[in-house]
């Protein structure tokens, strides 16, 4: 009896052992009743792996299985399969050589796709076996237009017409009113590429855009999980339209260019509103934009939700918990304090409570708190506000920064006389606020009566999912870093880097936090004047994890690398290395 090709591939996982026909009988009773591929129904029931699928496939049908991450397609070839097909049949097409177009498929026996493709090309079908997640990467990289190629094709469009010459002229004067600069901005060409440049820093999580003039073209970066990643480079001449775009949706004055200006605009992006803050900076070459994305959507104010480990979290919980006192949080600029210190808002909030804010500016907006904006312009500071707020009633009161004496001064007077006090500190590590304090001139005895504890940040990379893989790394390097492996080989992870992380091998971002609680035995370090690296020590001694050690239990689990643990905490470990 002649088996077909089908029949055979089924033989094979038997033979194999990759499935029991008990199993297989299972999977094609599915398959009659609710129709569909049998290798999806195989892999859903969890019968069988993707890899495993591949390889038996691979082999009864004599094709090695390609990599599609490392294999440049011709968009020429990719025209020949619509993409309403290719995402229907998860199917991509590679080559093309005479009458033959060579298909990578992750189900080779789906015969219905290759007869559909075979009757919309006119070609024979020669099938080719790839990963589920390399096609999926692969639709979206050739199929998807990115703002990359959409800002392309609209320059490409303006050269063939006058626009482009158009823009060139008037980019050229020196505009003494508004209304040229007025008219540029609402040129459809120039709106649209603002709307993609703004559109795909929100699609890539983006915390920041940054629009800089170069000597011939505009450079866009977008900063990505705390990393900055160029982007489409418009040309030189949109420079003075783009920015003043920015300008008109921000209200700011477009015919000013020589003073830096602020403001925010808010828009409506892929259906949820976002709210930039927008800087304006003249440089030799032009004006100079920075961008701030705040997406309430992407914030998470819990707790719970920040990837503290168990006992930093418990201690701040029950600092939080008590009546009065203040709980700093410190780090460098971008790492997330003020996260942070709205979780552990949200964290204590309650109809008993009345909690006000002074920020610089609001960042994000919470029911039954009451919001205040700096605004140092007209007079209304930190140490201004605060003393405002004391009138109020307050039971706790968050204050966005401590720059200078005046203001931690009504700070720590507010927390000694029966206030809840949160606020940020730029400091790296939380031992060195204690120094930072004293150097703002604080008293220790002040330090020691109102401080409750002292959080410094990080935010690390977490690795991809979707190309997330193990390796080994040598006890002796290992154990160099940090990572106690009893002398063998520690296993660690990394991402590849594929489509949806943009080639990094990460995507999205974790926090890291050392608490220092402020227990007896330090009270009286600090009350001594001791050094940083004494607190440090018997802080370590009391059970406190430094932000390098935290880092390394993330690695070691596998959520980031031990390099992204080594990039944010370098410099700030010193100490400890002693």
């Known amino acids: 009896m002649i088996l077909s090709l089908k029949e055979k591939i089924l033989k094979i996982f038997i033979d194999k052992h990759l499935l029991k026909e008990a199993d297989l009988e299972k999977a094609l009773k599915v398959q009659r009743e609710k129709g569909g591929s049998l290798s999806d129904i195989l892999v859903e029931l969890g019968l069988i792996s993707r890899d495993e699928l591949m390889i038996a496939l691979s082999q009864e049908l004599g094709i090695p299985p390609i990599n599609l991450s490392r294999y440049k397609i011709d968009p020429n070839v990719i025209k020949l399969i619509p993409k309403k097909i290719a995402k229907r049949y998860q199917i991509v097409p590679i080559s093309k050589m005479s009458n033959t177009l060579v298909v990578a498929m992750v189900d080779p026996l789906n015969i219905f796709a290759i007869d559909d493709i075979k009757a919309i090309t006119g070609f024979n079908i020669s099938p080719i076996i790839t990963a589920d997640r390399d096609i999926k990467e692969a639709i979206s990289q050739y199929y998807e237009e990115s703002a990359y190629t959409a800002i392309e094709k609209i320059v490409d469009d303006m050269k063939d017409s006058a626009d482009i010459n158009m823009i060139e002229e008037k980019s050229g004067q020196d505009f003494d009113g508004q209304s040229q600069l007025a008219d540029m901005t609402q040129d459809a060409p120039v709106v649209k590429i603002t709307n993609l440049i703004l559109a795909e820093a929100v699609h890539y999580r983006s915390s920041d855009i940054l629009i800089e003039p170069m000597e011939n073209e505009v450079r866009v970066r977008y900063r990505v999980d705390g990393v900055l990643q160029d982007a489409k480079r418009p040309p030189k001449t949109l420079h003075n339209a783009i920015i003043s775009r920015l300008k008109v949706m921000s209200s700011l004055d477009i015919a000013e260019r020589r003073l830096p ?83 552990i808002l949200d964290y204590v909030n309650s109809p008993e409570d009345n909690v006000i804010t002074v920020e610089d500016p609001v960042e994000y907006v919470i029911d039954g708190i009451n919001q205040v904006t700096a605004r140092p312009a007209i007079g209304l500071t930190f140490a201004g506000a605060l003393r405002s707020i004391l009138r109020q009633d307050p039971d706790i009161i968050m204050i966005g920064e401590i720059r200078d004496f005046e203001t931690v001064d009504i700070a720590i007077k507010a927390a000694l006389t029966g206030h809840l006090v949160l606020s940020t500190l730029h400091t790296t590590t939380a031992p060195g606020s204690v120094t930072r304090l004293i150097n703002m001139g604080v008293e220790p005895f002040l330090i020691t009566s109102s401080i409750i504890l002292i959080g410094a940040q990080r935010l690390v990379r977490k690795i991809c999912p979707n190309c997330k893989e193990s390796y080994e790394l040598d006890a002796k390097i290992a154990e160099s870093y940090g990572v106690k492996t009893g002398g063998k080989k520690a296993v660690l992870y990394r991402g590849k880097g594929c489509e949806v992380c943009r080639k990094t091998g990460y995507k999205g971002r974790v926090a890291l936090i050392e608490v220092l609680a402020l227990s007896p035995k330090i009270k009286t370090l600090i009350l001594k004047s001791a050094q940083e690296n004494e607190i440090l020590e018997t802080a370590r001694q009391e059970g406190m994890k430094t932000l390098r050690e935290n880092g390394i239990a993330l690695a070691l689990e596998g959520v980031t690398t031990l390099d992204e643990v080594v990039r944010v905490t370098v410099g700030d470990q010193d100490l400890e290395a002693g």
């Open 261 to 343: 200006q602020d403001g925010r605009f808010k828009v409506r992006l892929q259906g949820r509103e976002v709210d930039f803050r927008i800087s304006v900076l003249p440089s030799s070459r032009g004006e100079k934009v920075a961008l701030r994305i705040l997406d309430k959507s992407q914030a998470t104010l819990d707790l719970e939700k920040l990837g503290f480990d168990k006992k930093s979290l418990e201690e701040i919980r029950k600092g939080a918990m008590k009546p009065h006192g203040m709980i700093l949080i410190c780090g460098p600029t971008g790492c997330g304090k003020t996260t942070t210190l709205y979780s």
